[in-house]
Each structure stands twice: as structure tokens, then as C-alpha cells.
């Protein structure tokens, strides 16, 4: 593709990589401060339990201790309706019931087995479907079902389409509990000077959450709060919630030093937030062309302890089934379920895999039963740029939402037929693929494709501001975190392209409540999209200002900006570099810019389709990767390089989750057994397989330089292309994940096919 | 993790006098991998650690024409690569590299690895109380996570012995060579190990006082050839759920000296006898393969949960006699 810019569109190298690989960039769990105390959280035994009794007095007077805390000791103010700072209430394994601070971290252990705590057990619930039960034990006083009642969004009339419909098909899936596994484990540093409070924390949200939650439940004035987060080792949208910045900021004000308190590997699994299991019930109805004409999907979530993000992540459930295939009637439903296992919180994609896996997976049922090729109905049904039929609901002028159900309204750009199109050339599907369950022998090698279809696109609220300094530098301010993704090379090379300076002269100055102007959550895939449009907007801001001081200095009315240079006009005299500029500049020139969210006119979505060639072992139940083509439509891609990463590593992150990973929960004790990277099991390095990636799309109309999302869309095809595949190789359909050989060998038992 | 003190020993002796001196808190360490684990986890607690990494003589490695003599103290990595594991040895090259990661076979050693404690994963949590730890009963039984339980009974605990090198070591008819303060002693590994019959809290018939000094390997039988595989979830740091060490020389077109020992689905290393004696002195055709696979299992009790580690295990065993056999893949 010819690359009309400078900037956008280079693989510029990820900016810091170099500190990064020499180990010199500086983490939370990194950083030290003079007088530095270390904390640890006394962890409950009890899956549900009220604490009768704690006594703290050995552990305060024990050597080296500077600070104990309990429920008895903390704000009223709650981090969340359901979460206070600590809580007489404990309920899951692993709950914290006291946090202390001492000289060093084996001091602060070492006083923790000095805390006596006596717990009145409550009886507890660990399935979602057993705690919607009448006389199930309340997770929480106001009832299991969280804000007591079930989520429908809906378009049209299902129940008259699925009576119209000439057949209906029918599947549940289930999705597993497991860890989101970020390498860098959840950190905090509170720091007070005087009523002035610094965090530094592992975060994704700065501005929006961590400062907001601390001011509010310490009562302190806003102003007075400064939050950092230095480098991110992996956030996969995990890690602003729970207690932790809350309580290392309350033990630092009661100890009078500061305090730092690191997860161990243990603690992330247990006191992160994890992964909810789901239960999936989906219903389709189509024509006698196949064509759907009723699609209703029914989730039940279990969240665990504290919903914390679960109401996004149920909502999430439902896009799909409501909008990837052209459909007049559709309905979602959703429960988010308290239980007493530990909490879950929002990954990667909230809720989209999972309720992606059933679609895609009865979508291939419908396929091989009308004897259709899977590629070829999904060429003929999959959602087009018009958008679903139907009536536009949002009124004319107001801001559409970016979790589409009505129909009537376009998309800004819609690459899915590019996708599966590119991926299929890719990966041989025509020449390749045979009709389910037709190979033999005991290994059996089949493709399998599924599509998706992600928000991040009306983006959120975002400010910029980009300063011009004599000395030749640029300045980028955005409040928001580079949680790894490489944000702030995207960010770097679209202020570099505005400017037509090389990118080594743009400074990047993120996540930083201090220093940068408020920024949003990185969430939802919205990076390049919303502060991408902020930073292009305030560079361009900024170049005006140039503009006329060029033309100041040129001494003419106006000038044009070529190839980084200011010309008149007319030609007529010769240009100044924009650096020239910049260095006659007697102080920094700022341009700033504040953009709202969302757009009118269009939803604008990601889109992708992803194509596996998978071998089954018929007489073990193991599955190997052998190849992955994942083909997306993200617009134009400002640096291809990162890009491809972002994609792969997604990829390979949800073939883990696929195959193997999950956190097992003792049934008699409520007590999570394997959380630790031995036993939760991500894929190892040489069970990777190769991953191409392709970008078959053109730019978007609307996204900065023609961009949209990208963090999320890639792993939301994942599990269903390896179920379709795994069926086209073996005739046995996969309705629970991870697909462990355990669970395979059950499918080939249960559904009959025989071993060679 | 609580303190404990730290010893480190110039040699065997003086390591049995530091175990002496610590009475029943104390423990040897090796490589650690393991035993740094459970202490981290508060599995255990022992006051007093007795490092065997000071002493030399752990470190041996030997073979000639009547076999190996390979010290307790030989890294994992050391059996990995050790140019004198060829032939009928290099099935304990094969198992060990299947070991963990790099790091840790460079830092686990071959007694650690016949001495680590089970990877049950109610054993592994502290929160969990079981009869290995002292408790009343196992938790494990009724759960439904039982993948790296035993599928051969287990008396009362099921945990299983993972350990990568006994399966290979049995079949190669390996001795432990044991010291105590009285001298040394050879026992055959077979007696090495223990289940739960014997003592619920230990895998082995180690006394408190006495060291794991080495292992001792005989000349293996003219023409022996063996193969090690090992089923796992993933292919790098991932203990077994289920192993197979099988082995045989062919004369004449028979098999002789079959050995077969499962790993990873019993208390303690399962030697298969019955399997043997199917094949031994037949030729390796299809249906003595079955056969074989079938002894194997046919006296298999597994719990509610783990039945499918017998249908892995049937189908690794003919994949292993296959291996050995350069039959074509099963």
C-alpha cells in the first residue's frame, strides 16, 4: 500500500524498548523511597466467614513493625458498593482481613502469623446457578444476583422470528475461571508529605479511577492527590481495581513513612482479579436459506466476590449474537452472579470471547447442517457497512453507543468480508478444507475459522496537549498509561506526523496525574482511537501557532507545510525548516485540544476473521496448533510493527486460555488449588505456534489517520476457530473451555467417534 | 517462609552428623527447586537445612563397562547432556531433558528429583489440610481436580510420584546407594521408594538420619534400547500426568529384558511385570503391543475424575513400544 506519510504507518521502534531490555526500566515494584516501609495482607482461610474477634497487639509490638490495620481501623467510605477498605465480612479464600507495614518484607510476614483472628463461618456458594437458588447463602446482603436483576438488550421481536423460522439450533457453552496473568504482579507506593499524597501504582487509570478512589475514601481534596505509574508489565484492562492503593496509602499515613506492598504470584491469582466463568445459552433461528432471522443469547456469569468491571463483562457477552451476523430479531440476557470465589474483574475483551465462542461455534452447526461451507455462509450473512435492518432508536443529533443493538445505522468502515476473504487465501481454505469429520487415523489435522466484532471505536473523552520548545523538542502530554501495548509510540508518531519532525524529537510525558492534563482509562480498546484524535487534534493546534510565527519570520501572509519545511505560498522565498522555527521561538508554544466522545452518524467497530489449522490426537484427546492466520480490519495500522505484535501476542495469550488455562476451585474448601504459573498453564515457549497476521482493510473515515481498534479485537475470534477447527478435524463439537484432553477425550466418548 | 539456619557440610559425614544434631527439624537441600517451594508456600517448616552442595564427592558421575555411578548431587543438566548417557542411558538423557525449564535443571539434582514430594495439588496448598501433612483425611478424593492423582489406588492418599527419572532409572534396574552414620548401603530402587501403606507422610524408605548418595546403573543387556515419554498439558515446565519408561533388545527378531514402568499415575513408580511378561521372548507384532498396553492398566482403580490418564496411558505405552521398536507410528 502507497504510505502517504512520514510517520503513521513506520515501524518505528517502541519507544524505551532499549531500557526495557536492559533491565533498566523502573517498575513500581522497582521503586524505593527514603524511609521506606514494606507491607503484606493478612489473606483469609475462610471462603465465607464474619470476623468475631482480631487481635493485632502482638503483631504492633513485634520488631520492626510500624503500622497493623483491620476493618476495625479504615474509612467508613467504600472503594466500591460492594468493597469496603476491609470488611468484618470475608468472602472468598484469600480475602483480606488485615495489612501490615514493617522494615523489611519477611518482618512484615513474620507479623502477620502474629494476628489472632476468630471467624463466626458462614455457610458458602461457589456455583453461579446454586446461588441464584431461593435458599442459597447471600454473597452479599442485597442478594446474588447483582443489582438484583438480569441485563436485556434486544432489537426487533425474537419470539416472532423464532416462530417464523423455518429451523432452530440450539447450544450451551461454558467458559472457565482463570488469571489474566500479567508478568508484572500488582504494586503499590504511597508516599505523604504533609496532607499531600503520591502512588505510585501498577495501574491502567490514573485520573479516572486511582485518584478519584483515594481522594474520595481518604477525604482528600483531589489536588492534593498525585498518582503514577512508571512502566506497566502487562495490564490486559486489569489492574485499577480492588483495595490495594487504598490500603498501602492508609498504612503510609498511620506509619508515617512511606509504604510499598508487592503481590507475590499467589496473591495475583487470588487478590486480582480474575477471569469469570460463564455459562452460554444460544439460540438461532434461520430461513430456509439459511439466513438468520432469530438470534437470542443467554448468559449466566459467575463474578465472583466483588462484581468489580462484571456488569461490562456480561454486557459483553451479548455482541456478537447481537450484531456480527445480519439479523432482524436478536435478544441478550444476562446474569451477573455473586458466589464466594475469588473476585473477577475485566481482561482482556470482557465478556466478547466467550459469548463469540458460542456463536461462532453453532453458526458452524447451522453451516454443516445446510452442508454450506463455513467461509461461504459467513460471506453471505455476516453483518454488512449498512449496519443490521431496522429502525435507528438513538435519536438524529445524540451519540450512538458504541455496544450496537438497533438497527438503521451504518458502520464507518466494515473490513469483515476482507478479512475472510485475505485470511482464507492465506491460509488455503479452499484448496485445504474437507467437510467435518471426514479424516481418519488416530492424528487428524482440520481448519477452522471464526469471526469478530469489537467496540473501541466511539472512544472516550480525551485531552492532549503537544508544546513547541526553542530548544527543538516536542512535548506530548496524555494522561493515560501505556499498560505495554505501545500507546506511547502511536501516540509519538502521530504528534511526529502532524509536525513533520522526526520522531526522536518528540518527547512523551504519560500517565502522571501531575504532569499531564486528565486522561481516560486505557480500556476498551480506545487508545490510538480517542487520545490518538487528541494528540493529532493539539498537534495540529500547535502547528498552526508555528504556522503563523513562520510566516512571521518569512515575512508573508502565508505559508504551506511541506516535507517538514514552511514555504510561502507562492514560493517565493526560500522555506525554514519547522525546526528553525521552533528554535526562534522566545518560550513554548502550546496547542491543546479536548475531545468528546462518540459519533452520530456511524458505529464505528473493529472487525476480524481468524483462520486455524489444528491436529487432534484422537487417542489422547491433544490438540496442536500447527498455524494461525489472524486477518483484521483495524483500519489503517499507524505502526504495522507493534501492530502485528499486538495481534500475535493476543493470540497466543487466548491459545492458552483455549487449550489449558484455569484456576481449579476446591469444592470442599473453597480454596483456589493451583495458583501459581506451574499449575495456571499459559503456554510455554515452545508450545507457541506461528501466528501470520495480515491487515487486509483500508483506513476508517473517522479514526485518527484512518485508524480503529486494535488491543482487544484479536483475541475475540480465538476460542471459536480452534472449537470449528477441532471439529472439522475430528467431527467432535467442543462446548467447554479450556480444551484440555481430558475434555477432548470426553467429546470423542460422548459424541461417538470412533477411534481408528 | 519462617528462619531457618543454614549448614553446609564438607562431606556425607558431616552432613548425617548436622541432620543428627537437628533432630526431627531438620532437612537436607539440594538443588532446592522443590524443597525452597514448600517452605515459601508454608507447607513445612524445618528449623535446620543441611546443604549437600558442598560436598564434591554428591557430584561424581562414572561409567564404564559395568554401568553408571551417578551422585545424588549431578545436575538435571549434567544428565542432559552428558556425552556417557548414549545408548541404552539415553533414555535418562531424554527423561531429563524433559524436565521443568533449563533453570531449574541446572539447579535440580538426581537425588532431589527421586526425593521431591508430590504435586497433588491439596498437598500444595497450605490452606488445605490432608493426611500427608498430618491431617484426618484427603480432600482430594472427593474433588474434582484429580489429574495428577493416582489411577492405581493409593491407601488412603492419592497423590502420585512424579519424578521424571525413576520410571527410566527402574527400568534400567538401577540401586540407590544409601549412607547412614554406620556406613553405606545398596538397595535395589524398587525398595527405594514407598507408598502410603508404609508411612502416609514419606514417598521413601529413607531413615532421618541417612543421605541419597548416588545411583548406581548396571551394564544394561546387549542391544537395549529404551525410550522415555512423558504426557503433559504443556511441553515445557509441566510434570507428567502421565509417564512411561519402556525398553527391550530384540534377538532374533524377539524382545528380551522387556521393561515397562509407568510414572505419574501411582504413590510410587508402577514397574509393570505383567506388561513384561506379555511380551517377553514374542515378536512385536500388533496384537502383543495390545496386549502389553492392556496388562498395563488392567488392574487400574481411577477415581471418579482421572479415568482418562488410563486412556492416555494405554495409548503412550504403544507409542513408546513403537519408539523402541521402530515400528511405524501406532
Not at chain 1, 482463570?178 to 487509570?205: C, F, I, N, Y
Not at chain 1, 461461504?376 to 450512538?400: A, C, N, S
Not at chain 2, 507447607?43 to 564427592?57: D, M, N, T
Not at chain 2, 554406620?182 to 538397595?187: A, L, V
Request: glycine share 10%; aromatic share 6%.
Amino acid at each position: 500500500m502507497n504510505n502517504p506519510f512520514h510517520s503513521v504507518g513506520q515501524n518505528a521502534l517502541r519507544l524505551g524498548l532499549a531500557e526495557k531490555v536492559r533491565g533498566e526500566a523502573r517498575y513500581t515494584s522497582d521503586l524505593k523511597r527514603p524511609g521506606l516501609l514494606y507491607g503484606k495482607i493478612l489473606r483469609s482461610p475462610h471462603p465465607h466467614a464474619r470476623i468475631s474477634a482480631i487481635d493485632v497487639s502482638a503483631a504492633q509490638n513485634a520488631p520492626g513493625v510500624h503500622a497493623v490495620l483491620t476493618h476495625l481501623d479504615v474509612p467508613e467510605n467504600s472503594i466500591d458498593a460492594d468493597l469496603k477498605v476491609l470488611d468484618p465480612v470475608v468472602r472468598f479464600v484469600g480475602d483480606e482481613v488485615a495489612v501490615v507495614a514493617a522494615e523489611n518484607p519477611p518482618a512484615a510476614e513474620d507479623a502477620l502469623r502474629l494476628i489472632r483472628v476468630e471467624y463466626d463461618i458462614l455457610p458458602a456458594v461457589y456455583d453461579a446457578a446454586q446461588a441464584l437458588a431461593d435458599d442459597a447463602p447471600s454473597v452479599h446482603a442485597e442478594g446474588n444476583l447483582v443489582d438484583g436483576e438480569k441485563l436485556v438488550v434486544s432489537r426487533g421481536d425474537v419470539a416472532a422470528g423464532f416462530a417464523a423460522a423455518a429451523r432452530i439450533f440450539t447450544g450451551t457453552f461454558s467458559t472457565q475461571v482463570h488469571g489474566p496473568v500479567g508478568m508484572e504482579t500488582r504494586s503499590a507506593l504511597a508516599e505523604w508529605d504533609g496532607d499531600r499524597l503520591t502512588v505510585w501504582k501498577t495501574s491502567r487509570s490514573l485520573h479516572t479511577h486511582d485518584r478519584q478512589t483515594l481522594a474520595r475514601v481518604l477525604g482528600v481534596p483531589l489536588e492534593r492527590v498525585r498518582v503514577i505509574c512508571t512502566n506497566m508489565g502487562g495490564g490486559f484492562g486489569n489492574k485499577d481495581e480492588g483495595r490495594l492503593a487504598v490500603l498501602v496509602a492508609l498504612l503510609a499515613r498511620k506509619a508515617g513513612r512511606p509504604v510499598r506492598l508487592d503481590y507475590g504470584r499467589a496473591e495475583e491469582f487470588l487478590g486480582g482479579r480474575n477471569r469469570q466463568s460463564t455459562r452460554n445459552r444460544i439460540r438461532i433461528g434461520i430461513a430456509e436459506d439459511g439466513a438468520p432471522q432469530a438470534i437470542e443469547l443467554t448468559t449466566v456469569m459467575n463474578a465472583g466476590a466483588y462484581v468489580s468491571s462484571g456488569r461490562n463483562v456480561t454486557r459483553r457477552v451479548g455482541q456478537g449474537a447481537l450484531y456480527l451476523y445480519t439479523c432482524p430479531h436478536a435478544r441478550f440476557e444476562g446474569a451477573t452472579v455473586y458466589t464466594n470465589r475469588p473476585a473477577g474483574g475485566s481482561f482482556r475483551g470482557l465478556g466478547a470471547p466467550l459469548g463469540h465462542f458460542a456463536l461462532e461455534v453453532l453458526v458452524d452447526q447451522i453451516a454443516e447442517s445446510l452442508q454450506v461451507d463455513p467461509l461461504e455462509y459467513r460471506l453471505r450473512f455476516h453483518v454488512p457497512l449498512e449496519g443490521q435492518p431496522g429502525q435507528r432508536v438513538t435519536p438524529p443529533d445524540q451519540m450512538l453507543p458504541d455496544e450496537p443493538v438497533e438497527g438503521g445505522v451504518p458502520f464507518s468502515s466494515n473490513g469483515l468480508r476482507d478479512c475472510l476473504l485475505a485470511g482464507a487465501e492465506r491460509i488455503g481454505w479452499r484448496e485445504k478444507r474437507r467437510p467435518n469429520g471426514t479424516m481418519d487415523g488416530p492424528r487428524r489435522r482440520g481448519l477452522g475459522l471464526a469471526m469478530g466484532i469489537y467496540k473501541g471505536g466511539v472512544g472516550r473523552e480525551a485531552q492532549a496537549e503537544v508544546s513547541l520548545n526553542p530548544t527543538g523538542r516536542v512535548e506530548v502530554r496524555v494522561g493515560i498509561v501505556d499498560v505495554g501495548q505501545g500507546s506511547t509510540t502511536v501516540l509519538a508518531q502521530i504528534a511526529a506526523e502532524v509536525l513533520q519532525v522526526p520522531l526522536d524529537r518528540v518527547d512523551m510525558i504519560m500517565a502522571d496525574t501531575a504532569l499531564t492534563p486528565p486522561g481516560h482509562i486505557t480500556a476498551g480498546s480506545t487508545t490510538t482511537f480517542s487520545s490518538g484524535s487528541a494528540v493529532k487534534l493539539a498537534a495540529q493546534n500547535a502547528r498552526n501557532k508555528l504556522s503563523e510565527r513562520a510566516a512571521a519570520m518569512m515575512d508573508v501572509t502565508d505559508v504551506v507545510l511541506e516535507e517538514g519545511q514552511f514555504l510561502a505560498r507562492n514560493r517565493a522565498r526560500p522555506g525554514l525548516s519547522v525546526l528553525q522555527v521552533m528554535e526562534g521561538l522566545p518560550g513554548s508554544s502550546v496547542g491543546r485540544a479536548e475531545l468528546k466522545a462518540g459519533s452520530s452518524d456511524y458505529i464505528i467497530n473493529s472487525f476480524a476473521a481468524h483462520f486455524v489449522e489444528v491436529e487432534v490426537e484422537m487417542d489422547t484427546g491433544r490438540l496442536r496448533i500447527l498455524r494461525y492466520v489472524a486477518a483484521h480490519d483495524s483500519g489503517r495500522i499507524i505502526n504495522p510493527r507493534l501492530a502485528e505484535n499486538q495481534v500475535s501476542g493476543a493470540v497466543l495469550q487466548f491459545l492458552g486460555i483455549a487449550l489449558r488455562e484455569e484456576l481449579y476451585l476446591d469444592e470442599r474448601s473453597g480454596v483456589t488449588l493451583n495458583p501459581s504459573f506451574l499449575e495456571h498453564k499459559s503456554t510455554s515457549i515452545v508450545d507457541f505456534p506461528p501466528v501470520e497476521v495480515i491487515f487486509p482493510a483500508g483506513p476508517d473515515p473517522i479514526g485518527p489517520f484512518g485508524a480503529k481498534a486494535l488491543g482487544e479485537p484479536p483475541v475475540v475470534p480465538v476460542l471459536g476457530a480452534v472449537a470449528n477447527a477441532v471439529a472439522n478435524a475430528s467431527g467432535v463439537w467442543l462446548y467447554e473451555a479450556p480444551f484440555t484432553p481430558r475434555r477432548v477425550l470426553q467429546a470423542i466418548h460422548e459424541q461417538g467417534s470412533a477411534r481408528s | 517462609m519462617k528462619p531457618f539456619a543454614f549448614h553446609e557440610p564438607q562431606s556425607v559425614a558431616g552432613a548425617i552428623e548436622a541432620l543428627e544434631a537437628g533432630r526431627e527439624n531438620a532437612r537436607l537441600i539440594a538443588g532446592g527447586s522443590d524443597l525452597l517451594g514448600q517452605l515459601k508456600d508454608d507447607l513445612v517448616h524445618y528449623e535446620r537445612l543441611v546443604s549437600l552442595g558442598a560436598i564434591e564427592g554428591m557430584r561424581e558421575f562414572h561409567g564404564d563397562q559395568s554401568g553408571l555411578r551417578i551422585g545424588a548431587g549431578a545436575t538435571l543438566a549434567r544428565l542432559e547432556h552428558d556425552p556417557l548417557l548414549t545408548g541404552p542411558y539415553s533414555i535418562l538423557a531424554e527423561a531429563a531433558r524433559g524436565i521443568a525449564t533449563p533453570e531449574i535443571r541446572n539447579q535440580g539434582t538426581v537425588g532431589g528429583n527421586l526425593c521431591q514430594r508430590p504435586r497433588c495439588l491439596h498437598y500444595r496448598s497450605s490452606w488445605i489440610s490432608c493426611l500427608k501433612k498430618g491431617g484426618a483425611d484427603c480432600p482430594a478424593v472427593e474433588s474434582s481436580h484429580q489429574q495428577y492423582l493416582s489411577v492405581f489406588g493409593g491407601a488412603g492418599c492419592f497423590s502420585v510420584h512424579a519424578s521424571d527419572l525413576a520410571p527410566p532409572l527402574l527400568a534400567l534396574h538401577a540401586s540407590a546407594v544409601v549412607a547412614a552414620k554406620g556406613g553405606e548401603r545398596t538397595i535395589p530402587l524398587s525398595e527405594f521408594f514407598a507408598g502410603p501403606e508404609q508411612d502416609v507422610r514419606r514417598e521413601n524408605t529413607l531413615s532421618r538420619n541417612e543421605v541419597l548418595t548416588a545411583v548406581v546403573v548396571p551394564a544394561a543387556p546387549e542391544g537395549w534400547r529404551g525410550a522415555y515419554l512423558k504426557f503433559r498439558e504443556r511441553n515445557a515446565g509441566d510434570f507428567p500426568l502421565v509417564s512411561v519408561a519402556f525398553g527391550c533388545s530384540l534377538v532374533e527378531g524377539k524382545m528380551q529384558n522387556v521393561r515397562m514402568v509407568l510414572g505419574a499415575v501411582s504413590p510410587v513408580p508402577r514397574p509393570c511385570p505383567e506388561a513384561e511378561a506379555v511380551l517377553e521372548g514374542q515378536r512385536p507384532d500388533p496384537e502383543f503391543l495390545e496386549a502389553a498396553a492392556n496388562a498395563a492398566f488392567a488392574p487400574a482403580t481411577p477415581l471418579p475424575h482421572n479415568g482418562f490418564k488410563v486412556e492416555i496411558g494405554r495409548a503412550l505405552v504403544l507409542r513408546a513400544m513403537s519408539q523402541v521398536l521402530e515400528l511405524d507410528d501406532h
